[in-house]
């Protein structure tokens, strides 16, 4: 069930839908040591696992509240927490013993993959559409080829259309408009990505300045500047790249 929470104090006041347990949690005010200990929990489960953060804290609040009515029966502490290292480690065992590796079987491996984001989006906003995400994040994870570096997942977000229109596009998607007159498609590309200033090298030299006393200097100072962009494009053309990708601006070298 999604809650509703709203910021109090200071200057932005905003309201959150979640129902994410660990948002709750960070949101809500807490002067209390056991609360504190259930907070700290959420957040390690989001942060290692991404999921299962309202029932990491549902155990262990039930956990806690078993603990007090010990602690009233006059044990000690150190036994409670003695009994309970003692179900954890029967419940690794029992895991262990139930546990399947379907890791050298592609089909199963997949399978178990897709199970696992289904259960992980029933619970979310887009739970209509778990099937088709579960089959976008399982494919996605998997072209990863066992790294587990999430950083090479990229998610890029547009308005309009529906859930369901979105894709895993096996290549690189650059959120940029194609300029006037460029081929939107090019098979067998050469590509080159760089990271240059494609006009004038400028260098900072402070308090200095260039005085001319003719048009004809500047005329020949922006010569200058275009000869050297125009040795630039060269170097870059060598390449024989047909496709040039470039941090900086790519300026119309004709306009200059």
């Not at 959420?42 to 696992?49: R, S």
């Not at 020949?220 to 630039?232: F, G, H, T, V």
């Amino acid at each position: 069930m999604d809650k509703i929470l709203q910021s109090v104090g200071g200057p932005d006041k905003s309201i959150s839908v979640t129902n994410d347990g660990a948002t709750i949690l960070k949101s809500v005010y807490i002067d209390n040591a056991a609360a504190k200990v259930l907070v700290d929990i959420a957040k390690t489960q989001d942060e290692e696992v991404g999921d299962g953060t309202t029932s990491v804290a549902v155990l262990c609040g039930e956990l806690l509240r078993e603990a007090e009515k010990l602690i009233e029966q006059r044990i000690h502490p150190q036994t409670i927490i003695e009994g309970w290292r003692i179900a954890l480690s029967t419940a690794h065992k029992a895991l262990e013993k139930s546990a399947r590796d379907h890791s050298q079987d592609p089909i199963k491996f997949r399978e178990d993959l897709l199970n696992i984001a289904r259960t992980t989006l029933s619970s979310k906003l887009m739970a209509e559409s778990k099937d088709h995400f579960a089959e976008l994040a399982v494919d996605a994870v998997l072209r990863l080829k066992g790294s587990n570096n999430l950083d090479h997942i990229q998610i890029i977000k547009k308005q309009g259309g529906s859930l369901k229109n979105s894709y895993l596009e096996e290549g690189y998607i650059l959120d940029k408009h194609i300029g006037v007159g460029q081929p939107k498609r090019i098979v067998n590309a050469k590509i080159l990505i760089a990271n240059t200033g494609m006009d004038t090298d400028k260098i900072k030299i402070y308090g200095a300045r260039v005085k001319v006393d003719s048009m004809e200097k500047v005329a020949s100072i922006e010569d200058a500047e275009k000869l050297k962009m125009r040795q630039k494009v060269e170097k870059i053309a060598d390449f024989g790249i047909n496709c040039f990708v470039n941090r900086q601006l790519i300026y119309n070298y004709p306009e200059q």
